[in-house]
C-alpha cells in the first residue's frame, strides 16, 4: 500500500540538511509542537534539542508508524504524539512551533496560528505560498492573506527548497520562513477587520472610492491592491 496520498500534501521530507536548517531556526526552549510529522523526519532531531516535543498528525497510518518508532520517548514521556487535525488544536501556548505543512490547508494553517499564542514558528510553506505571505503591493501575489499576515506576524524569509529534497518529487519548490507573534494593533476590531478585508479583496478591480463609503481622499483612485498594509490599517480603521 502506498502511504502517502500527494493529494493531502503529503510529501515527505528526504534531506537532513533542510531539517537541520529548520530546526536551527528554532529558539531554545521546553516545548515544542509539530505540525503534520508523517514519519517523523523532523520529530527525530527535535528529540535531540527539547525536553518536551508534541506532534499532530491527521493520518492514522503515520500515528501508528509514529507510536513504534518513538515509542521509547513517548514512555518517558518526552513525546506526546496527538492523532488529530491541527486546525482543531486546543494545546496550550507552544514555545516553539514547526511544521513542513500540508500545502493545501497553507492558509487555514496561518490563520489558526494566528489564534494562538506561541514564541516562534519555523514553517515550510509552497514557495508561492511564502511570497504571498510577503509580497509587495501591486504584485499578483499581493492578496488578502498578505494584509492578514502582516496583521498578525512578524515575518522571515528563512531558505528557498527545491523540490527534489521530497519525495515524491512535488510539482513545485518550497520555502521556509519563520513567524513571530506581535500585538502591534490592539485596537483592532479583528472580527470587523477580517470582514471588511475579505470585501475589498473581493473587489480588487474596483477603485475604492466605489468600495468604501467615506474613502478617505487619498485613497479614492487607488485600487486596494495598490496599498501598502500600513495604508489598509487606516482604511480598517477608519470606515
Ligand atoms: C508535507 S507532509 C510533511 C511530513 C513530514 N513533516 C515531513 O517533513 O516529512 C504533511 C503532513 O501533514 C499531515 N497533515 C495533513 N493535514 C493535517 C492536519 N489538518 N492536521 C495535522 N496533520 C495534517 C499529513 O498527513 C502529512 O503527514
Sequence with gaps: ????TEKYGQVLLRDKNIAQIEISNLEEGE????????EGFLTQFLLEKYPKVTVVES?????DILRVK???YVEHGQLEII???FLEYEGL???QIIGNVPYHISSKIVQKLSTMKFNKAVLMFQSEFATTLMAKPSTKEYTRMTVFAYLNFNIEFIKLVSRNSFSPIPGVDSAIISLRNHDNFPDLDWNLA?????QMFSQKRKKLKNVIENCPVQ???NRIDQLPPESIINLLRNE
Design 1 to 4: 500500500m502506498k502511504l502517502y
Design 31 to 38: 516545548k515544542v509542537l509539530e505540525i503534520g510529522p508523517g
Design 59 to 63: 493520518d492514522h497510518r503515520f500515528v
Design 70 to 72: 518513538f515509542f521509547d
Design 83 to 85: 492523532h488529530g487535525d
Design 93 to 95: 501556548v507552544q514555545d
Design 194 to 198: 477580517e470582514t471588511k478585508l475579505r
Design 219 to 221: 485613497f479614492q483612485e
